[in-house]
């Protein structure tokens, strides 16, 4: 899953919301088995790559895996340059699926 987000003021550039943007990859996990479900996080990392200043960025959240209720993904943040500003993984547990995703 990939979006765009605009952000104001040069945010783009802090690490607090680098690491929200990350932090979304349930998210993306979601339109990847296109199912709703409520779970938390077992780990995550965020690795700052570029300050670049950027009003919009890209988002690129990638399922890597789902097995035994665990999904694994990583997630890429882009300047509007092309510029990479972070990376992230995470891994979490599926605690409850709630149903179809309200699309």
Known sequence: MRYWGRLSD???????????LADLLPSGMRVGINRAFRGSSLDNS???????????????????????SIGHGTASVFAQSGELLATGA??????RLTGPLDR
């Open 46 to 68: 965020i690795r700052i790559a570029s300050d670049a200043v950027s009003e919009w960025v890209l988002i690129d959240l990638q399922t890597r895996a789902f097995h035994n």
């Open 10 to 20: 040069g945010l783009a550039t802090s690490a607090p919301l680098l690491t929200a």
């Open 90 to 95: 995470q891994c979490f547990a599926v605690t």
